[in-house]
């Protein structure tokens, strides 16, 4: 037997796939958004967009900005 990948993609098949009409890159607005300190946001996984995603195990979870970089 193989043995199973464990990379940081590895079982996200349904978390990372977007329906027939979200296909594609998200509208500009949608990374030029500004939180404020305090702010409540939740976490969402941009499937077509990998570079600097949090893990998937972070995917719809609710968390507080304590800080933002520029």
């Given at each position: 037997?193989?043995?199973?990948?464990?990379?940081?993609r590895?079982?996200?098949?349904?978390?990372?796939?977007?329906?027939?009409?979200?296909?594609?890159?998200?509208?500009?607005?949608?990374?030029?958004?500004?939180?404020?300190?305090?702010?409540?946001?939740?976490?969402?996984?941009?499937a077509?967009?990998?570079?600097?995603?949090?893990?998937?195990?972070?995917?719809?979870?609710?968390?507080?900005?304590?800080?933002?970089?520029?």
């Open positions: 037997m193989v043995k199973s990948s464990k990379g940081s590895s079982r996200t098949r349904g978390t990372l796939t977007k329906e027939v009409r979200e296909r594609g890159m998200p509208p500009v607005t949608r990374y030029l958004q500004t939180f404020e300190v305090g702010d409540r946001v939740i976490v969402r996984l941009e077509s967009d990998p570079h600097g995603q949090p893990h998937p195990r972070y995917q719809g979870r609710v968390v507080t900005v304590l800080g933002t970089t520029i």
